[in-house]
C-alpha cells in the first residue's frame, strides 16, 4: 500500500462505498436473505458442505437445550475445530487437512477423518509423522498469542490437549448469530 493509505486523504476514508455509478446503491437484504447470509458464513467458517450442516442442524435440533447454542457446540466439538482451538495449527482448512493426512491421534487412535465429534475427557495428540510436521511446530511456537477456550487446555511439551468440558456459547467468539440459522432450518 502506498503512504496516502494511511492519511485522512485516503480515499477508502473518504468513500466508504464502491467505486462507479452504482457503488452508492446498497441493497436491503429480504429475512430470507439475511438467514441464508448467516448460514453461508457459518458454514464457510467452518468448512461444511450443505448436507453435513443440514445434519448438524437436524441434530442441534433434536437435542434438548437450546437449538442455536447446541448447534454452535456441535460445531465446536468437529475435531478439525478443535485442533485449530487448540492452537497446533493456525487455520481451520490447515487443520482440515492435517487431520485428513493422519497427523492427530484420539486417545491413542489414528483418526483422519475432519469430523470426527470429540467428547468430554478425550486426548488430542500427534501421531508420529505429526511430530515431524514443521507447521505444527510453527504454529506451536505461536501459541502463546492465542487464546484457548476453559473447555480445553493444552500441554504444549507433551504436545497434546484434552477436552475438559462442553464448549460453552459465551467463549465463541465468532460474530454469529446462530438463531437465524435455525429460523432459516425451521421453514
Known amino acids: ?3 496516502r493509505c494511511f492519511t485522512d486523504k485516503s480515499s477508502i476514508e473518504r468513500r466508504t462505498y464502491p ?21 453461508q458464513k457459518v458454514r464457510r467458517i467452518y468448512g461444511l458442505l450443505e448436507r453435513q450442516f443440514r445434519k448438524t442442524v437436524a441434530e442441534a ?43 492427530f491421534a484420539v486417545n491413542g487412535r489414528r483418526v483422519d ?14 501421531t508420529a509423522r505429526g511430530l515431524k510436521a514443521a507447521r505444527i511446530e510453527g504454529a506451536l511456537g505461536a501459541l502463546e498469542a492465542r487464546s484457548i477456550p ?9 504436545k497434546q490437549g484434552t477436552i475438559l468440558g462442553d464448549p460453552v456459547r459465551d467463549e465463541i467468539t465468532l460474530p454469529i448469530q446462530e438463531q437465524l440459522i435455525i429460523e432459516l432450518y425451521s421453514r
Open 1 to 3: 500500500k502506498g503512504d
Open 19 to 39: 467505486p462507479g455509478q452504482h457503488g452508492q446503491g446498497r441493497p436491503k437484504f429480504s429475512d430470507y436473505g439475511l438467514q441464508l447470509r448467516e448460514k
Open 61 to 103: 435440533s433434536a437435542m434438548k437445550g437450546v437449538k442455536g447454542e447446541n448447534l454452535m457446540a456441535l460445531l465446536e466439538r468437529r475435531l478439525d475445530n478443535v485442533v485449530f482451538r487448540l492452537g497446533f495449527v493456525t487455520a481451520r482448512t490447515e487443520a482440515r487437512q492435517l487431520v485428513r493426512h493422519g497427523h
Open 113 to 126: 477423518i475432519p469430523s470426527f465429534r470429540v467428547r468430554k475427557g478425550d486426548k488430542i495428540a500427534l
Open 150 to 158: 476453559s473447555w480445553l487446555s493444552v500441554d504444549k511439551a507433551e
